[in-house]
């Protein structure tokens, strides 16, 4: 009888996000909100839209054939795709199926799995349906293949700034560099109306963004606190922020993954754990008798947290923090571009590091769960992880919009969202060689997509489409 799989998790991503931007503060002056407001109030640099000729399909498209290119994956290799997306283009057609036509063209239709829906939380659902396969008695030895596919999108408002879009693919399979430590793990869900879309019309949510803010930070306390029960049982001490080398959460905007962060060391100091020291015990002893309500309105405990949590932060945080400041909310792929922005500051020491990941979806549902990194056999190394991701170029080469134009390509948006008989101007300028962009939705709403030439920089329709 073969052996159990060991160490399954994550053995390469791909990260592609659109290269059209618009700079927050540009957007603090174009909606006459204070100076501050996006950038320092909410911790966000930059935002990345699609514009008419992208959307979660052509992204997920370029993502997954990147992926099997750059590790010279053969798509007869993948046994089991998952797909997590919350932005919904057709309410039957999955779109695991689209990407089937990468697999297709090879003979390989012999792939499980479809999408995953729930707000963010939908690409975690997608990675744990992947790991689980990989480890039952069903794995027939392929890679699982997870992608996270979102453009997020609000009406003009408060919200609006915390948008974003990209897509992010993940190959799954055992003696992973990025490998689960599968009983560190613990979830929280409950009925909430939070952030919805119950208007099919549109392709903006509902959004009770109080609300929301609160609903993440209690499924946060409460999968702390049970995460470090189970520890406990598990190794028999407890468990506090000293014992992950970095934590990564599911980013709306920055601000709240600061507050997130404090949050876990006001939990340390409630059940007396090591990673808080006098002078910390000190500062957050005025909020003990708090109730949990409470504790989550109190501005002066926010305050208090965040300066005891401040010096953690910067050395356990802030490394996972670069892609989801610049690209803004990505929805199901915010966690794990966080992630992916952790593995590019931080490749080269990595090994061996404990790795503390919250992901959060509204309605809601939230899970906490631990990575043990290793060092990875090439091509699966974090290097060349690192390398095939190639953040730093993908960032510096975007094309800024000024918010007028990013205004008038939300309404372009919303006019096509759901429409047929399109055809659109296949403009592919601003697009790296290799990315895939939508031609065409013909009277029946059935979607076209072509690939930009590898070779030259001019698009050519349908020159290599679907
Ligand atoms: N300089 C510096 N900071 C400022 C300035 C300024 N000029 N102006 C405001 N701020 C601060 C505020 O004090 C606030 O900080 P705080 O949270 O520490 O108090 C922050 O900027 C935001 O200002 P608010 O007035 O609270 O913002 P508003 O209520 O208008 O919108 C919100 C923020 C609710 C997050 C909105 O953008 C939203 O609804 N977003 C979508 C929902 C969301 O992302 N929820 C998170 C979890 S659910 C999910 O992942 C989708």
Redesign the pocket.
């Known amino acids: 009888m073969a052996s159990q799989p060991k160490n399954v998790g994550i053995l390469a991503m791909e990260i592609y996000f659109p290269p059209t931007c618009v700079q927050q503060e540009a957007m603090e002056t174009h909606d006459g909100?204070?100076?501050?407001?996006y950038t320092?109030?909410?911790g966000q640099d930059c935002m990345a839209f699609c514009t008419e000729v992208e959307d979660v399909i052509s992204m997920s498209l370029t993502a997954v054939t990147s992926l099997l290119e750059k590790y010279g994956i053969d798509p007869t290799q993948i046994g089991r795709m998952e797909v997590g997306s919350e932005t919904v283009i057709d309410k039957s057609k999955s779109i695991k199926t689209f990407l089937m036509q990468i697999f297709e063209e090879c003979g390989n239709t012999d792939i499980e799995g479809v999408d995953s829906t729930n707000?963010?939380y939908g690409g975690t659902a997608a990675l744990l349906n992947c790991t689980n396969w990989v480890e039952s008695s069903s794995w027939d030895g392929r890679y699982g293949l997870v992608v996270c596919t979102d453009s997020?999108v609000?009406a003009e408002g408060?919200?609006r700034?915390?948008g974003g879009a990209a897509a992010i693919a993940m190959l799954i399979g055992p003696d992973a560099p990025i490998a689960f430590e599968s009983k560190i793990r613990a979830s929280h869900m409950s009925h909430a109306y939070?952030?919805y879309k119950p208007n099919l019309a549109s392709e903006y949510?509902v959004?009770d963004?109080?609300l929301?803010?609160t609903?993440?930070l209690m499924a946060l306390d409460s999968c702390y606190n049970r995460l470090c029960n189970k520890y406990k049982k598990l190794e028999g001490k407890q468990f506090s922020v000293a014992d992950a080398d970095y934590f990564v959460f599911?980013s709306?905007?920055n601000?709240?993954v600061q507050?997130s962060f404090a949050r876990l060391l006001f939990n340390d100091f409630l059940r007396n754990a090591s990673s808080i020291d006098e002078a910390a015990k000190e500062k957050l002893s005025p909020f003990s008798s708090l109730t949990g309500d409470e504790s989550y309105q109190s501005?002066d405990l926010?305050k208090a947290s965040q300066q005891v949590a401040k010096p953690f932060y910067d050395e356990k945080v802030q490394p996972s923090t670069l892609i989801p400041k610049q690209v803004g909310?990505m929805?199901t792929a915010?966690l794990y571009a966080a992630f992916a922005s952790l593995l590019h500051n931080k490749h080269s020491t990595l090994a061996g590091q404990r790795v503390i990941i919250f992901s959060?979806?509204?309605g809601l549902t939230a899970t906490m769960f631990s990575f043990r990194i290793r060092e990875g056999q090439h091509p699966f190394s974090l290097g060349n992880i690192a390398k095939v991701m190639n953040v730093d170029e993908k960032l510096k080469s975007r094309h800024e919009f000024t918010p007028e134009k990013f205004v008038e390509t939300m309404k372009l948006m919303e006019h096509r969202y759901g429409a047929k008989d399109i055809v659109t101007s296949k403009d592919t300028s601003l697009l790296s060689p290799g990315t895939y962009y939508l031609t065409e939705v013909d009277s029946m709403y059935r979607r076209f997509y072509s690939k930009k030439d590898e070779n030259t920089s001019e698009g050519l329709p349908h020159s290599n489409g679907f």
């Not at 909100?33 to 407001?37: A, D, E, H, L, P």
Request: aromatic letters at 16%; proline letters at 10%.
């Open positions: 909100v204070s100076k501050g407001k320092i109030g909410l707000a963010c997020a609000y408060p919200a700034p915390t939070d952030f949510p959004v963004g109080k929301s803010q609903c993440y599911h709306p905007y601000k709240l507050k501005r926010e909310n929805y915010s959060y979806g509204s």
